[in-house]
């Protein structure tokens, strides 16, 4: 089955840029999404398609996929960006094609 | 306005059963794929089990293949997950997730709040 490697945890102070990457094989031949969870909330989609932006989701959040890497980018960083976030992919040659990263704990300093 | 509320969890002995529901308002559930998606105490998320819109399509993860049954019931707007001999692994969070396109991609674009399941021996 496919997997997705992310780092278990960033750090960023406020206002400065987090990158949140999302390693697969080839992932660049595939299509990320990217979820936003906090304690005790459903996840909240952030990017979709590798770096479109669903509407209500502040131009801060955007998003790249290339090679075996893909990156979850937040702008301006804030407090209320603190979170756990996941990437996804459809993979049609695992037994159960959707597939999350591991997650990775933003924190802002 | 679209609402997928999970019912159905609790506390269960180890080797025990449980049925979740995940009631669809504001939207046709016949139209779309549904997933029942866990998160384990301290850990990420996990796609249990996905659904497809006529019920004809099914996946489930291998941690739950033979035990779990999912299933829907489009004229009541409902979708279940039959949870049979129950894993300590199994305590988490369940969240029932429609599966909806944006400009021709397929994502999660509506979450429940979830329910707990805890199993205990």
């Known amino acids: 089955s496919y997997v997705l490697t992310q780092p278990p945890s960033v750090s960023v102070a406020p206002r400065q840029t987090a990158r949140i990457t999302c390693g697969g094989d080839?992932?660049?031949?595939?299509?990320v999404h990217w979820y936003q969870k906090k304690p005790g909330q459903a996840p909240v989609l952030v990017v979709y398609d590798n770096s479109d932006r669903p509407s209500g989701i502040p131009e801060r959040f955007s998003g790249s996929n290339s090679g075996n890497t893909a990156t979850l980018t937040i702008s301006r960083v804030e407090a209320g960006d603190e979170a756990d976030y996941y990437c996804q992919v459809w993979d049609s040659s695992s037994d159960h094609p959707w597939v999350f990263g591991g997650g990775t704990k933003l924190t802002v300093l | 306005e679209v609402q997928l509320v999970e019912s159905g969890g609790g506390l269960e002995q180890r080797g025990g059963s449980l049925r979740l529901s995940c009631a669809a308002s504001g939207f046709t559930l016949s139209s779309y794929n549904m997933n029942w998606v866990r998160q384990a105490p301290g850990k990420g998320l996990e796609c249990v089990s996905y659904?497809?819109?006529?019920?004809?399509?099914?996946y489930y993860a291998d941690s739950v293949k033979g035990r779990f049954t999912i299933s829907r019931d489009n004229a009541k707007n409902s979708l279940y997950l039959q949870m049979n001999s129950l894993r300590d692994e199994d305590t988490a969070i369940y969240y029932c997730?429609?599966?909806?396109?944006?400009?021709?991609?397929?994502?999660?674009?509506?979450w429940g709040q979830g329910t707990r399941v805890t199993v205990s021996s």
């Open positions: 997730a429609r599966e909806g396109m944006l400009r021709g991609v397929w994502v999660f674009d509506y």
């Open positions: 080839n992932i660049g031949g595939q299509t």
């Open positions: 659904i497809s819109s006529g019920g004809n399509t099914i």
